[in-house]
C-alpha cells in the first residue's frame, strides 16, 4: 500500500475532529440540528486551515443515510460508515461535484456546470456544488452565476472557497452565508502534531514542534507537511537540531541569550553572542527584528503578564527575564531597536549595524556603563614631554572645601586668578530671597536620569528672611567606578531632623516623615511610594509592596532605596517583597492622594464662602464645577510671594 501523507491521512471527518476553527463549528452544527439550511455558504481563510475539509464534512451531514435516520435526516455527527460518507472521504460522490474554478475561469465552463443544476441527485439528498478558489472565475462566468447561486433547486447547496474574498463582486457576497477561518496559532498547531506525532510512534522534541508551527504560519496543512519532511530529514524522528538546519531559521535560544547579555550589562559576552551568531550566517536584519520582539513581549511581561503570548514556548524563560530590567530599560531598548533597523541599510555591513545597536543600548541606558579611565594628553606649549596635569587636560578643579564656622565666607581666591566681575544691581533687592529657576531644574533632572524633578512643597508656602533653597531632589545616574554628589550626602543633617523611633529602629511612621527627602525620582520614586515598613531589626529593614506594583520591581530600584536610606543614616539590607498592605496604614502615596483631597475639598470650601462667588451665583445662576478647582501648591505660592515681596522692597 503507497504511503499517505499527514496532512490527508488525519484529516478531519467529522466536525468533532476539526480543530482550531470552534466560531464556524459551533454555527454550522447549529444549523444543521435546527433544519436552518442556507443555499450557499463560503468559506474564506489562508492556504491549510480547513475550508475545503469544512465544505466536505458539510457535504457529508447533508448526505448521510445512516440507519434510524429516514430521507431527510440531515445531522450534524455523520457517521461515517454508510455509503455516501465513505464514497465522499474516497472523493466518488457523484453528487458532490468538485469544482477547480483557476482551471475552469470560462463562461462557457460555468453555463456547462449549471446546465445540469435542475436534475436531482442521483445518489445522495442534496447535489452539492464545491467551488474551490471561486475568486478565479472570470465576471462573465459570476454573472452567469448569480440567478442560479440566488434561487437554486431545493435539492442544490452551494459551497464556495477562496483564499482572496477581496476579489469577489459584492452581488455575490450578499447571496452566501461568509465564515471566515483564522490562522492557527502556534500553540494550538504544536498540541496538535504532538498528538499525531505519539499515535504514529515518532520520536520527537517539543522544542522543534514549536519551530515548526512558527513556520507554519498559521497554516495546519503546511505544519503536517512541513512535519513529513521533518521526519524524512531525521531519519524517523523529530529533533531541534535537524528541524532548525532544515528550515534554515534562527534558533531563538540564541535571541534569548543576547537578551540575558543585556539584562546583566555584559558588553564582551553580547559581541561573544554575535560571533556565535555569525558562524550560522543568519540574516542579522531579522536577528535585530526577533530581538525587538522579544523587547516587545518583555514589556508585556512586566505590565500584564497573563498577556504573555507562547508562540515561542518561552513564555516562563520571558517572565524571568522580565524581573531582571526595569520598564524605562525595556522602552529605551526597543527605541534603540526600531531605529538601529532602519539605520542598517546605511551601515557598511549588517553584522557591523547589529553590533553597534546593541552596544548603544548599553551605553544609553539610565544606568550608563563603566567608564573608561581619562588618558592624559600633552597641553598646548608643552612641547613633546607628554605630561599633563593630573586629571587630564578637561579636568576641572574640585571646589575647596569650606571650613567649619566660615559657611558664609567666600572661597579664598587664587593668586593667579582673575578678580570677580561685579555686577551692579539695585541695592534695594539685596534682601530679596532668591527663587530658583524651576525650567533650568526641570532641564537638570531630565538630563540625569530621564525622570521628571519633584519639588517638595514646603508647609503652609510662608517666606522667611532667610533666602530660600532649592529643595528639589536630585535624582542621580548609578555609574560604576564613579559617584555624583547628591542632596543625601551634601547635607545629610537636614534629612536626620525626624528623630528615629525607639531605640533607633526605623518605623512606618520615620518612611512617612522622611520620604520625600530620600531624594528618589522616577520609577523607582513611584515604586517606593507604594510601600510600607514591617519590620527592623537594625540588620534588616523588611517593607511591604502594594500587588499591584510588582511588575514594576526590580532590583536597581531596590538598590536604589537601600542607598537613598543609608545616605540618611538607615544602612540596612533591604527586603521588599509583595502583598497585601495591612489597612491601619497608609503607603506615602496614599499619605500624598489624602492630603491633596484636603486641600481640594478645602479650596473648594473657600470659593464657596467666597462673597463674589457668591454673589455670581446669585445674580446669574453660576455654578462652581468642582473637578476645575486647583488648589495653589506651596512651590507657586513662595514664588508669588517672592515675587510680591521684590516689587514692595523695589
Not at 460518507?85 to 470560462?106: N, P, Q, Y
Not at 553597534?356 to 550608563?368: H, I, K, S, V
Not at 545616574?477 to 528623630?499: M, R
Not at 489597612?583 to 492622594?593: F, I, L, M, N, S
Request: aromatic share 4%; net charge negative.
Amino acid at each position: 500500500m503507497s504511503y499517505q501523507v499527514l496532512a490527508r491521512k488525519w484529516r478531519p471527518r467529522t466536525f468533532h475532529e476539526l480543530v482550531g476553527q470552534e466560531h464556524v463549528q459551533r454555527a454550522l452544527v447549529n444549523a444543521l440540528d435546527q433544519g436552518r439550511l442556507h443555499h450557499a455558504y463560503l468559506f474564506t481563510g489562508t492556504r491549510g486551515v480547513g475550508k475545503t475539509t469544512l465544505a466536505r464534512i458539510l457535504a457529508k451531514c447533508l448526505n448521510c443515510t445512516a440507519s434510524g435516520r429516514g430521507d431527510e435526516g440531515v445531522t450534524s455527527t455523520p457517521c461515517g460508515e454508510c455509503a455516501s460518507c465513505r464514497s465522499i472521504d474516497e472523493g466518488r460522490f457523484v453528487d458532490l461535484i468538485e469544482v477547480d474554478a483557476a482551471s475552469r475561469t470560462k463562461v462557457e465552463d460555468t453555463r456547462e456546470l449549471l446546465d445540469n443544476v435542475q436534475y436531482a441527485p442521483t445518489q445522495g439528498r442534496y447535489k452539492v456544488y464545491l467551488i474551490d478558489e471561486v475568486h478565479m472565475l472570470s465576471t462573465s462566468s459570476f454573472n452567469a452565476l448569480l440567478k442560479t447561486l440566488e434561487e437554486p433547486p431545493p435539492h442544490v447547496k452551494f459551497l464556495l472557497a477562496t483564499t482572496d474574498p477581496q476579489k469577489l463582486p459584492p452581488t455575490v457576497l450578499s447571496r452566501c452565508l461568509q465564515f471566515t477561518l483564522k490562522h492557527m496559532p502556534p500553540e494550538r498547531i504544536v498540541g496538535h502534531l504532538a498528538t499525531v506525532l505519539e499515535a504514529e510512534g515518532v520520536p520527537f522534541e517539543e522544542s522543534a514542534l514549536w519551530l515548526l508551527g512558527k513556520a507554519a504560519e498559521g497554516s495546519m496543512r503546511d505544519a503536517m507537511s512541513l512535519t513529513d519532511q521533518a521526519i524524512a530529514f531525521g531519519q524517523g524522528e523529530v529533533c531541534h537540531a535537524d528541524v532548525a538546519a532544515m528550515l534554515g531559521t534562527l534558533d531563538h535560544r540564541h535571541v534569548l541569550a543576547l537578551v540575558e547579555a543585556l539584562a546583566e550589562v555584559d558588553a564582551a559576552r553580547l559581541l561573544a553572542e554575535v560571533t556565535a551568531l555569525a558562524e550560522h550566517g543568519p540574516d542579522f536584519a531579522a536577528v535585530l527584528d526577533d530581538l525587538t520582539g522579544v523587547l516587545h513581549r518583555l514589556a508585556i511581561a512586566q505590565m500584564v503578564p497573563d498577556a504573555v503570548d507562547n508562540g515561542h514556548g518561552d513564555r516562563d524563560a520571558l517572565l524571568a527575564l522580565a524581573a531582571r530590567f526595569t520598564a524605562e530599560d525595556i522602552q529605551l531598548f526597543y527605541q534603540i531597536g526600531i531605529q538601529g533597523r532602519g539605520d542598517m541599510e546605511h551601515a557598511p555591513d549588517l553584522r557591523t549595524a547589529l553590533e553597534m545597536t546593541l552596544l548603544r543600548m548599553l551605553a544609553f541606558r539610565p544606568q550608563g556603563v563603566p567608564r573608561p579611565a581619562r588618558t592624559p594628553l600633552p597641553l598646548r606649549g608643552q612641547g613633546g614631554s607628554g605630561k599633563a596635569p593630573p586629571g587630564g587636560p578637561c579636568a576641572v578643579d574640585p571646589a575647596p572645601e569650606p571650613v567649619p564656622g566660615e559657611e558664609g565666607k567666600p572661597a579664598p581666591r587664587r593668586d593667579d586668578e582673575p578678580p570677580p566681575a561685579v555686577e551692579h544691581q539695585d541695592t534695594s533687592a539685596r534682601d530679596v530671597p532668591h527663587a530658583p529657576d524651576v525650567g533650568e531644574a526641570l532641564s537638570q533632572e531630565s538630563h540625569r536620569d530621564g525622570s521628571p524633578a519633584v519639588t517638595p512643597e514646603v508647609p503652609g508656602g510662608a517666606l522667611s528672611e532667610e533666602p530660600l533653597q532649592d529643595v528639589s531632589p536630585s535624582v542621580t545616574p548609578e555609574v560604576p567606578g564613579e559617584t555624583y554628589p547628591t542632596e543625601a550626602t551634601q547635607g545629610p543633617e537636614s534629612a536626620d531632623a525626624a528623630p528615629v523611633t525607639q531605640e533607633g529602629r526605623f518605623g512606618h511612621a520615620d518612611w512617612l516623615a522622611r520620604f520625600d527627602g530620600l531624594g528618589l525620582g522616577g520609577l523607582t520614586r513611584n515604586l517606593a511610594a507604594h510601600c510600607v515598613v514591617e519590620d527592623d531589626d537594625g540588620v534588616r529593614l523588611q517593607m511591604r509592596l502594594d500587588p499591584s506594583q510588582e511588575a514594576m520591581s526590580a532590583e536597581v530600584h531596590v538598590t536604589r532605596i537601600r542607598e537613598a536610606l543609608s545616605a540618611i543614616g538607615i544602612d540596612r539590607r533591604l527586603v521588599l517583597e509583595p502583598g497585601e498592605l495591612p489597612r491601619e496604614v497608609e503607603t506615602p502615596k496614599q499619605q500624598a492622594d489624602r492630603l491633596a483631597a484636603q486641600r481640594h475639598a478645602e479650596a473648594i470650601e473657600a470659593l464657596s464662602r467666597d462673597p463674589h462667588v457668591q454673589k455670581l451665583q446669585q445674580a446669574f445662576g453660576a455654578r462652581l464645577i468642582e473637578s476645575t478647582v486647583k488648589p495653589v501648591d506651596a512651590e507657586s505660592d513662595a514664588k508669588a510671594n517672592t515675587n510680591a515681596y521684590a516689587e514692595a522692597r523695589g
